[in-house]
Nanobody, 114 residues
C-alpha cells in the first residue's frame, strides 16, 4: 500500500525557514519522481517543486531561489527546504509520487505570519 507521511510544518515568521520531510512507503521509491504540492484555503492546488528519479529539480517561479527539493533514496525520504518564507507560502504542503493525480497523505500545515 502506497503511503506518504509529511512532517515539519509549523508557524514561522516572515523571512524564516522550515524543512519539510516526507516519508514514503509501498513502492520502489528510487524509481519515481517526487513532487511537493501546496494548497491554500480557497485556492487550487499548486505544484511547488519536483525532483526526478535521477535528481533533476524544477521549481515554481514563486519559490525559485528560496526553496530546495531533495531526496534520500536509501531512506525513502523527500525533503523541501524553505527559506525566506512569505505569508503567501501559507498552505498545506503535500508530497506526491509522479503519476498520482492527487495527494495520498494528510499533508503538513505551514503558516507564515508575524
Amino acid at each position: 500500500q502506497v503511503q506518504f507521511v509529511e512532517s515539519g510544518g509549523g508557524l514561522v515568521q516572515p523571512g524564516g525557514s522550515l524543512r519539510l520531510s516526507c516519508s514514503a512507503s509501498g513502492f520502489t521509491f528510487g524509481s519515481y519522481g517526487m513532487r511537493w504540492y501546496r494548497q491554500a484555503p480557497g485556492k487550487e492546488r499548486e505544484l511547488v517543486a519536483a525532483i526526478s528519479s535521477g535528481g533533476t529539480t524544477n521549481y515554481a517561479d514563486s519559490v525559485k531561489g528560496r526553496f530546495t527539493i531533495s531526496r534520500d533514496n536509501a531512506k525513502n525520504m523527500v525533503y523541501l527546504q524553505m527559506n525566506s518564507l512569505k505569508p503567501d507560502d501559507t498552505a498545506v504542503y503535500y508530497c506526491v509520487k509522479a503519476g498520482d493525480s492527487s495527494p495520498r497523505g494528510r499533508g503538513t500545515q505551514v503558516t507564515v505570519s508575524s
